[in-house]
């Protein structure tokens, strides 16, 4: 079992920049693919942000857009999995979760994904 929570959202006016946390217990971190996603509001369906692999050497992001904008990174001394969003737009205003997959190499579907955090408030004022 691996219990994962987020912190970091919040509220940026547009251009400004956030980091998001997300902090992982239980077995053992580095087994694992992390990646973020997010839930614009509207009932818009779950969407692939960003991915990392186990050991951190690998990374993958939604759109070439975000890769400019948006870092994934993983301290797995920390047990910690971050997402620095830079730039930000109106348009990123979303719930953003982690999300833990074992056995695969980067998780971006979230049909992948073995656990969920509760996931974090991102709004972006324009």
């Known amino acids: 079992q691996v219990q994962l929570v987020e912190s970091g959202g919040g509220l940026v006016q547009a251009g400004g920049s956030l980091r998001l946390s997300c902090a992982a217990s239980?077995?053992?971190?580095?087994?694992?693919?992390m990646g973020w996603f997010r839930q614009a509001p509207g009932g818009k369906e779950r969407e692939f942000v960003a991915?990392?692999?186990?050991?951190?050497?690998?990374?993958?992001y939604a759109a070439s857009s975000l890769k400019g904008r948006f870092t994934i990174s993983r301290d797995n001394a920390k047990n910690t999995v971050y997402l620095q969003m830079n730039s930000l737009k109106a348009e990123d205003t979303a719930v953003y979760y982690c999300?833990?997959?074992?056995?695969?190499?980067?998780?971006?579907?979230?049909?992948?994904?073995?656990?969920w955090g509760q996931g974090t408030q991102v709004t972006v004022s324009s």
């Open positions: 239980g077995r053992t971190f580095s087994s694992y693919a």
């Open positions: 999300a833990a997959s074992y056995g695969v190499v980067v998780v971006t579907s979230s049909k992948a994904a073995d656990y």
């Open positions: 991915a990392i692999s186990s050991s951190g050497g690998i990374t993958y």
